[in-house]
């Protein structure tokens, strides 16, 4: 089993930062990726972003690209997500995941994190 915990969310205006931070414990070796996911009321799921544990190779929706960064934490064994230049449309809750094996799907979530932007 695999525990992760987020944290970081809050209200900021358009335009300002947020740095949200995801901890993992339990079984952590070997996990093969980690990533980011947010979810706005009333629509899907969205992916954010993505890096491959062993590698640091990351990835972005196109929504974020160029204003969001993923990075792992080695001191709490998970992923941060950078993110600046926030617009109100960025609202919604945030969570970490872990992915075992490639094409897998995450098996491991933590309980989300809210981030309200305000325009």
């Known amino acids: 089993q695999v525990q992760l915990v987020e944290s970081g969310g809050g209200l900021v205006q358009a335009g300002d930062s947020l740095r949200l931070s995801c901890a993992a414990s339990g079984r952590t070796f070997g996990r093969y990726a980690m990533g980011w996911f947010r979810q706005a009321p009333g629509k899907g799921r969205e992916d954010v972003a993505r890096i491959v544990w062993s590698v ?5 929706a196109d929504s974020v690209k160029g204003r969001f960064t993923i990075s ?29 094996r490639p094409g897998e799907d995450y098996t491991y979530w933590g309980q989300g994190t809210q981030v309200t932007v305000s325009s």
């Open 56 to 60: 640091g190779v990351t990835s972005y």
């Open 72 to 100: 792992r934490d080695n001191a709490k064994n998970g992923v941060h997500l950078q993110m600046n230049s926030l617009k109100p449309e960025d609202t919604a809750v945030y969570y970490c995941a872990a992915q075992l």
